[in-house]
């Protein structure tokens, strides 16, 4: 019965959003009634508030064991803990989708809802978030119904969720990354709402500003999240593989971060403003497609939540509609928009253009890599795959000419060419740093990689510039933009931390039997199999090998497991990482083999630490931004 209010609530709140769409669309025809946005304000906060009761009833059953309800009984299990009952929810297509709809709806009422009563832009942009909630509401209770029930008995037992996704990690993964994809609802709604008012002299950028960070820093979170629990959980000992999934996630990203530096300069200059505009309607078009990717099942992945084309064809065709109405109204408002100020060759909005640029040519070649193994099977019936070397061809020089940008960026004027001597002090020592930097490296090592240097090179100009500036400003007692620069130090270590993990790390396979020492390299002196031990835990059975190595002259005791799920059926590996600031010890286990001896893989991952920082400081730069914006 429980479940039954839970969706009715739900189906209740279809119905108040169709009255908001009816009663908006009717006055926008007839003269407006003087409570018009007051009522219809009342019935979208209620058609929330329906949402959000549903979901925390949902969340009851889940919590409660109600395998009557056949999601639950699918991805839950009664041993579970309670906070992998909660995330349970999100472990799949039905209950995933539930969750991308209670952020969105949050989204949509704490914008709306801090708009001032009588702002020129808050009906047309109700209407618009009405559309959006209503569209992806119909879409869960249509053709994703997580309140199905099994009749005419519930299950006896859950079928457990998916072991994999059992992990703190993961479980907080999709949430972030939700948060940030629907987060852009807010900038794609009040531009769309801008260019349906007419009124091009209204300041629009600093209503969304706030809220487009904020959405930017759960994207990067849910990023970073994910990556790092592939690094740890997955065995494979890597943090990015160029997956479709990843790479969809990875659009939206960064157009974000080209919309957050344009969205910044159209405030500062008019000549941005209607490529503004473009950026954060693409943003949310890239999301929905993203969505459309991961729940059609027409890729395979480990990231994919769905196998029903019909459910893909569905979130195509709504997405492909609300985008397609989007850019309409945008390529008519277009002539309107145009300025007739151009962008002064050397000023600071040209570097921003530049980089804009190079992240939408980004863009496109992700978007190529993943549309076209799809293309050619639909076509030729083939299965091909574009992996790593095609992305790393692709962005390596893209990388490298946008830190260059950024560089020249830094001491440039708004609206004013840069002086020549500007130009060369601005440049010239951190660009002689950065390549001694790279022969150093280079010397030391003894590895030589265009590609790897390149990467090396753009993360270190981009941080001996930010480092001589903040230099240069402190000396001479002048403002520092902190936030700013936090956050291209964190970009810039990024680039140099990836490259050199690229250069330095290695793997071994290794054979060995318990109680034998190996000698692996001259860094691995020693590696001893002391023993393999069988254990039983609460909801798996535990394989824990017990490793000691002779690392650099330390030892260090290392633990990798495989686990079996009785539920499922299911084998996972849980690697063993040795932690330090330069580099990880990585160990995972194999299978045993005929003789008695078992296989591992041995991995030395260099820098890895340094890339999850890289990501810590990106944020907190974006929260200084926030938090100077709000001082202000």
């Not at 592939?230 to 659009?251: Q, R, S, T």
């Not at 065709?317 to 300025?339: D, E, K, Q």
């Not at 992996?387 to 609206?415: E, K, V």
């Amino acid at each position: 019965m429980i479940g039954e209010i839970s969706h009715l609530l739900s189906l209740s709140a279809v119905l108040l959003l169709t009255l908001v769409l009816i009663f908006n669309l009717f006055f926008s025809f007839n003269k407006s009634h003087p409570n018009q946005l007051t009522l219809s304000m009342r019935l979208f906060n209620h058609s929330c508030w329906l949402v959000f009761i549903s979901f925390g009833i949902y969340v009851y059953l889940a919590i409660s064991d109600d395998f009557s309800i056949a999601y639950i009984a699918s991805h839950s299990n009664s041993q579970l803990p309670i906070f992998y009952k909660i995330t349970s929810i999100w472990s799949a297509h039905e209950g995933s989708m539930f969750l991308w709809i209670v952020f969105l709806i949050a989204w949509s009422y704490l914008f709306l809802n801090s708009l001032n009563k009588n702002h020129q832009l808050k009906k047309l942009t109700l209407l618009m978030l009405s559309l959006i909630i209503l569209g992806f509401l119909l879409f869960l209770l249509l053709t994703s119904n997580p309140f199905e029930r099994i009749l005419p008995f519930g299950a006896i037992e859950g079928a457990d969720i998916n072991p994999v996704l059992q992990d703190p990690a993961l479980a907080i993964h999709p949430p972030m990354l939700y948060l940030g994809y629907v987060g852009f609802v807010i900038s794609f709604s009040f531009i769309t709402a801008y260019l349906l008012n007419g009124n091009f002299e209204l300041q629009w950028e600093q209503d969304i500003k706030n809220w487009s960070l904020v959405a930017w820093i759960f994207l990067t979170i849910g990023i970073t999240l994910g990556s790092w629990w592939a690094y740890y959980e997955l065995g494979w000992g890597g943090y990015w593989f160029w997956d479709p999934v990843e790479n969809v996630a990875l659009m939206p990203w960064l157009a974000a971060t080209a919309f957050m530096h344009s969205l910044f300069a159209s405030s500062k200059s008019d000549v941005l403003k209607t490529w503004t505009m473009f950026l954060g309607i693409l943003i949310f078009a890239l999301s929905l497609f993203g969505a459309f990717i991961v729940r059609s099942g027409i890729i395979d992945s480990v990231h994919s939540f769905a196998n029903d084309p019909e459910r893909g064809l569905y979130l195509l065709s709504f997405s492909g509609s609300i985008t397609l109405l989007a850019l309409t109204i945008f390529a008519y408002r277009l002539p309107a928009l145009n300025s007739s100020k151009l962008v002064v060759s050397g000023s600071k909005e040209s570097f921003l253009s530049m980089n804009n640029i190079l992240m939408i040519t980004s863009i496109f070649s992700i978007f190529l890599g993943v549309t076209y193994p799809l293309i050619i099977e639909s076509i030729y019936g083939e299965k091909v795959s574009i992996g790593p070397p095609y992305y790393n061809t692709i962005f390596s020089p893209l990388i490298l000419i946008a830190a260059a940008f950024i560089m020249i960026s830094i001491d440039a004027l708004w609206q004013r060419s840069m002086p020549l001597r500007t130009f060369f002090i601005t440049t010239v020592p951190p660009t002689l740093l950065s390549l001694l930097s790279i022969y150093i490296v280079w010397r030391l090592t003894g590895i030589f990689s265009i590609l790897a240097f390149i990467g090396i090179l753009s993360g270190l100009l981009i941080i001996f510039s930010y480092l001589f500036k903040t230099i240069k400003n402190l000396s001479k007692k002048k403002y520092i933009n902190k936030g700013s620069a936090v956050a291209h130090i964190g970009l810039g270590l990024l680039f140099f931390a990836v490259s050199m993990n690229s250069i330095l790390s290695y793997e071994k396979n290794l054979n060995i039997a318990p109680g034998q020492t190996i000698s692996v390299n001259e860094s691995v002196q020693e590696f001893h199999f002391k023993d393999i031990r069988v254990l039983k835990a609460s909801n798996h059975d535990v394989i824990s090998a017990e490793v000691s190595l002779l690392h650099d002259g330390r030892e260090i005791s290392l633990n990798p497991q495989k686990r079996k799920y009785a539920t499922r059926g299911q084998i996972t590996s849980e690697s063993a990482i040795h932690a330090s600031v330069l580099k990880d010890t990585y160990l995972t286990i194999g299978d045993q083999l005929e003789n008695g001896s078992w296989t591992f893989s041995l991995k030395i991952n260099y820098f890895i630490k340094w890339i999850w920082l890289s990501a810590a400081l990106m944020v907190f730069g974006m929260l200084l931004t926030i938090f100077k914006k709000k001082a202000l």
